[in-house]
């Protein structure tokens, strides 16, 4: 990938688009090695349920990944209420000595993790007052994606599919159309299975993916790590160089016409 190739959130630049989590590894020392094959600059962390400072007699998961190294993203998973999320992301940003940058999700269903949208928009709508650079998880739809755009989150991340279900992009023309219409960098979070599901993300000119289950559940954790940086790189590639027109059939790339035989 070509080093300028960056993209900006929040005013900060990062090089890899790759977004990653820190949950359901068998291990912290699993957890750094799928970490750092990933090439991932910003790491989420859920803080309902992952130490950052909150027991001091627990292994802290900012002594594995430090915030000089990476960039840390507090998350509000678990959270299915305004109230809750909000008050989250005001204990991550006390935990990280004022640091802003959070990702908000705030779920409805317990079964699908679908987001419930309503109270979304209003905790975004909170914490952007309140000072924050609120990154968003949502659904794909674009008229939710612009309003929360409109409300003005850093980042809007609509849902590819399930969040820990692995089925990829059901919607592709949706992400697009999000994509298409925005003015702040626009990530797939949740729903991708595996790289070309990644690489399908960036094709579709996502600014970057984020994801956990999809390396911590696989096989190989840190195989897969690489092959998400893999798939999003090439995914980019493909977006920028841009492809060719589909068609219904082929066209000969050798014609016959102006033979000799």
């Known amino acids: 990938m070509n080093s300028n190739d960056t993209f900006t959130v929040a005013g900060r630049t990062f090089s890899s688009r790759l977004l990653v ?93 679908f987001p419930d949208v309503i109270a979304t928009l209003r905790a975004a709508e909170e914490l952007v007052k309140d000072g924050f650079d609120v990154m968003v998880y949502t659904n794909d739809d674009p008229i939710i994606a612009r309003q929360l755009e409109e409300i003005g989150c850093a980042a809007v991340m609509p849902l590819a599919a399930p969040i820990g279900s692995g089925l990829g992009i059901r919607n592709p023309l949706n992400i697009r159309t999000i994509v298409e219409n925005a003015h702040v960098p626009i990530l797939v979070d949740a729903g991708v299975g595996t790289a070309s599901d990644a690489a399908m993300a960036m094709e579709l000119g996502c600014d970057g993916v984020l994801m956990n289950t999809a390396i911590a559940a696989a096989k190989d954790p840190v195989l897969m790590a690489s092959a998400m940086k893999k798939g999003i790189e090439a995914g980019r590639e493909a977006f920028l160089a841009g492809r060719m027109t589909a068609k219904r059939f082929a066209s000969a790339s050798s014609p016959v016409d102006g033979l000799f035989f």
């Open 21 to 113: 989590g820190t949950g359901k590894y068998k291990d912290m020392d699993e957890t750094q090695e799928a970490i750092e094959a990933s090439g991932a600059e910003i790491i989420t962390i859920a803080v309902r349920r992952t130490n950052m400072g909150q027991n001091s007699d627990e292994p802290n998961i900012l002594e594995l990944l430090p915030p000089d190294r990476y960039t840390i993203l507090p998350n509000t998973a678990g959270c299915y209420d305004q109230k809750t999320a909000v008050r989250t992301c005001r204990l991550a940003r006390e935990l990280l000595d004022g640091h802003n940058l959070v990702k908000l999700e705030v779920l409805g269903d317990e079964k699908t993790l």
